[in-house]
């Protein structure tokens, strides 16, 4: 998979691209990522990237021509899936990080002041919000969008990991522990280290139910159930 980030602050991504799995998966050699410095594209000798909304208005907006040139000059528009990030769409969910996992090639373009002038949202595949807020600049939005990839890759981390993790199912994950075994006062469950895994397996469900009651109710709305979570279900809302 190749990846090219185009943004103004091209030194945020040093110690993300070096830094633990992503840093792996990248030395693996499956996955190339090539950070471009949208201020190399500017039109004219001092540098300028932004300019003054028409119309008036606070902040100043990246520039339609120099993003457009970024872009034509570091990707194959035949090729590669341009993505915008932009607090201006609906907000990433786990299988829309399972949709782009699948491409060979991807242009994440980070925005940054007051936003980007329209006319360059044409020359984008998609756009992509990371949350219902505004950060400062696309720079973060991009490294989530990478990290949230990467690790879906087929030789990142184990399939094993990835199966039982929140919203892969359409529900939260069950609560885990590890050593000690009691901790201030408390303890792992004694399900969790009797071995006998179709135990461990209920219990993990019957939580992993509980938390997303709890916590993403919402997602239940959308989930179709086994007989047995509608069983564990039902337990469940008699307990509240
Ligand atoms: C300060 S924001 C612009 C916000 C814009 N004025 C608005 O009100 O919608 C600057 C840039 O940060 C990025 N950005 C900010 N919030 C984001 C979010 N929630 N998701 C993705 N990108 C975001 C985008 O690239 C955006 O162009």
Known sequence: MKITVLSLFPEMYENFLKTSIISRIIDKGNVEIKIVNIRDYSLDKHKHVDDTPY???AGMLMKVDVLHSALINNVDHHKTYAILTSPKAKPLKQK???RLSKLDDICI???HYEGIDYRFEKYVD?????GDYVLTGGELASMVLIDG???LLDDSISKDSLKEESYINGLLEYPQYTRPVEYNGDRVPDVLQNGNHEEIRKFN???SLKETLKY???LLEKRQFSQEEKDLLGELINEL
């Not at 998609?126 to 990371?130: G, L, Q, T």
């Open 149 to 151: 990839i990467l690790r």
């Open 216 to 218: 993403r109710p919402d």
């Open 96 to 98: 829309d990080l399972l």
């Open 205 to 207: 469900l019957r939580n």
């Open 126 to 130: 998609e756009k992509v919000s990371i």
């Open 55 to 57: 119309g008036g208005g």
């Open 109 to 111: 373009i980070c925005g």
